[in-house]
């Protein structure tokens, strides 16, 4: 009887019928909704499914058009390798030029042996680069998926002028936030799909960082246009209530801009930039749909130039029915649109030093160990510090506060200026003193568990810094450089090749990954070793964040590390805590 049972078994798993996710072949074959998808067993511990459509073929046409669902398919999808990255310029002399537009594909990552009976929890992670770049193929998804046997799905939007660029010919209801409905299309795939990869569709943990983790926050302020799409959300390194621009003010103006003549709407800058200036309205869309994508992602990167500050980015107020309901930035309007779900709320210890070091490295004249007067004059210091409102004295005299503050017993340098901005800065979301402010709001009204990734030896030079280039100068926990914790060898490129991590770093990186895995399941990111972890309060106690150092995890107090009482007297407006009914 055996015999037969083995015999029927080799027949079904031919390809006529899947063997389903708990597949140990080689070639792993699920059968969904919309038809049959072969993927790869990769490290004997896991089954991937790489560059699998959720949306139809995308072309120049349909460029400014909001993307279809992806019909059913014959015969069986080869899910071996990743889809092409959405088009983008090569940046930083690191990450890699795409030109290719059909670029809407998920992947996902799942352990071996799921039993047919069990469903597995679901990390969906929106991939970060600016609004302008990044990809789901940049992520090894294995690791999170083989050690916190959960599953792991990772999605490509439209990036750049394609996907959040706002123009008056645009509908409405997603002007200015077509990666965002990319985004969601991929969510509305993921729920209908993912339990024939052995997920449980009730059980979706959303994530992403820098831009993903922007991404992830809207949506969570969107909840009539996300609901059942995901239950608990993960954003790492960006402020959930960073005041992205209404629609309206996308459509007239640009944000910060290097250019004093005018502030001329992005959409405007790039039609001048493509010749298409001449026309208007919807002629003037059709007229940059003819453009070679090269010549969009050229004009792209000229605009970048003139408005350095996210000429591609979120926006708010777009109707009634909008991708983001959110009008505005009141406590009433953010207690009518969040929803109130469990969050794991997280950022790295200095930020921004990352952009210090990309200006230095582009000013190499500067000495960075003991910086003059002209580094006042970065592009970096110009524009992290002009929206400062000072007690008195104009902008000059708020500067030197915030010298005197941070230098009053050594000199000003690279690295030091990089945490002070770190700690806080209005331009851009990436500040320590603004994730805390959000973490109070939210912990008022869902549970909210706040970290701070912290590792002075994390990997920089080669991964968030292109290979042969020295900023000369302190580097540690930037932005972005917790990512290698969670997926390994992650080098900004498509090659994965960035060292591995150092004995001491890679310990600590198994704990965050359970740390993950357990929120995932739980909603609670406490491990064995991680009991202790309060949830966020500040009411009760200012020891609420856990920082992760090597052989160093607790609970710290960062508002007192981050100096937050000092920036919220400079800056109230921007940081005084608030109450969300």
């Given at each position: ?15 006529l ?12 074959t ?5 038809g049959?998808?072969q ?23 349909d460029?400014?058009t ?8 014959r ?12 088009p ?27 039993p047919q009976?069990?469903k ?8 970060g ?20 046997r959960?599953?792991?799905?990772s999605?490509?939007?439209r990036l750049?002028?394609?996907?959040f ?17 990319d985004?969601r299309?991929?969510m ?15 059980k979706?943990?959303l ?6 983790a922007a ?20 954003p790492l ?8 621009p ?16 005018a ?8 039609a001048?930039k493509?010749?298409c200036?001449?026309y ?8 940059m ?10 004009a792209?990167?000229?605009?970048s130039?003139?408005?350095?500050l ?18 505005s930035?009141s ?19 200095d ?15 500067v ?10 004059n ?29 230098f ?21 979301g990436?500040?320590?003193?603004r ?26 030079l ?5 290979r042969?280039?020295?900023p000369r ?12 914790y969670?997926?390994?060898n ?9 060292p591995?991590?150092?004995s ?9 990954v ?10 609670s ?5 991680l009991?202790?972890w309060?949830?966020?309060n ?12 090597p052989n160093q ?9 981050h ?5 919220r007297?400079?800056d ?10």
């Amino acid at each position: 009887m055996n015999l037969i049972r083995a015999l029927i078994a080799a027949f079904l798993c031919t390809g006529l019928i899947s063997c389903g996710p708990s597949s140990t072949t080689s070639n792993p074959t699920i059968t969904t909704n919309l038809g049959s998808i072969q993927g790869v067993q990769r490290y004997g511990t896991v089954n991937e499914y790489r560059g699998v459509p959720y949306a139809q073929p995308l072309t120049a046409q349909d460029r400014w058009t909001k993307a279809r669902p992806i019909t059913p398919w014959r015969g069986t999808l080869d899910a071996s390798s990743f889809g092409a990255a959405c088009p983008q310029e090569r940046r930083f002399d690191l990450t890699e030029e795409s030109l290719i537009e059909d670029c809407l594909t998920l992947n996902v990552t799942t352990p071996i042996n799921i039993p047919q009976s069990e469903k597995l929890p679901v990390l969906l992670w929106m991939p970060g680069g600016g609004f302008v770049g990044g990809s789901s193929n940049l992520y090894r998804l294995d690791k999170l998926a083989h050690e916190g046997r959960i599953i792991v799905v990772s999605v490509n939007y439209r990036l750049g002028a394609l996907g959040f660029m706002a123009h008056p010919s645009i509908a409405e209801e997603w002007n200015g936030n077509l990666g965002l409905e990319d985004q969601r299309l991929a969510m509305q795939w993921t729920k209908d799909n993912i339990e024939a990869f052995g997920g449980d569709s009730t059980k979706i943990t959303l994530a992403g960082e820098s831009a993903g983790a922007a991404s992830t926050c809207l949506h969570l302020l969107s909840k009539t246009k996300t609901e059942g799409l995901f239950h608990q959300a993960m954003p790492l390194s960006y402020d959930c209530l960073y005041e992205w621009p209404t629609l309206q003010v996308a459509l007239t103006q640009s944000t910060i801009t290097t250019d004093s003549s005018a502030r001329i709407p992005i959409y405007e800058r790039m039609a001048q930039k493509l010749g298409c200036s001449s026309y208007s309205g919807s002629a003037q869309l059709d007229c940059m749909r003819n453009a070679e994508i090269a010549d969009v992602l050229k004009a792209q990167g000229e605009v970048s130039k003139i408005v350095p500050l996210f000429p591609f980015g979120l926006v708010i107020n777009n109707g009634v029915n909008g991708t983001v309901p959110l009008g505005s930035y009141s406590t009433s309007d953010i207690s009518a649109n969040v929803k109130r779900i469990p969050i794991l709320y997280g950022g790295a210890k200095d930020e921004l030093r990352l952009y210090v070091a990309y200006d230095a490295i582009n000013y190499p004249d500067v000495d960075t160990s003991n910086l003059p007067d002209p580094f006042k004059n970065l592009q970096l210091l110009q524009y992290y510090s002009l929206d400062i409102s000072p007690p008195s004295g104009g902008w000059s005299a708020n500067f030197n506060t915030m010298l005197g503050e941070y230098f009053s017993t050594g000199p000003v340098t690279a690295d030091g200026m990089g945490s002070m901005f770190s700690d806080y800065t209005p331009v851009v979301g990436l500040s320590h003193c603004r994730y805390l402010r959000t973490a109070d709001a939210f912990s008022a009204i869902m549970p909210l568990y706040q970290w701070e990734f912290a590792d002075p030896d994390a990997r920089v030079l080669g991964i968030g810094i292109a290979r042969g280039e020295d900023p000369r100068m302190a580097l540690g926990a930037v932005h972005s450089s917790a990512l290698n914790y969670f997926f390994p060898n992650l080098s900004n490129t498509s090659a994965i090749d960035a060292p591995d991590l150092p004995s001491q770093s890679q310990g600590m990186a198994n704990e965050m990954v359970q740390v993950w895995a357990n929120f995932v399941k739980t909603g609670s990111p406490q491990t064995s070793s991680l009991e202790n972890w309060p949830r966020f309060n500040l009411a009760i106690s200012n020891l609420n964040v856990m920082k992760f150092i090597p052989n160093q995890i607790s609970v710290v107090d960062a508002q007192e590390n981050h100096r937050c009482n000092f920036w919220r007297g400079l800056d109230p407006a921007k940081l005084d805590l608030i109450s969300i009914p």
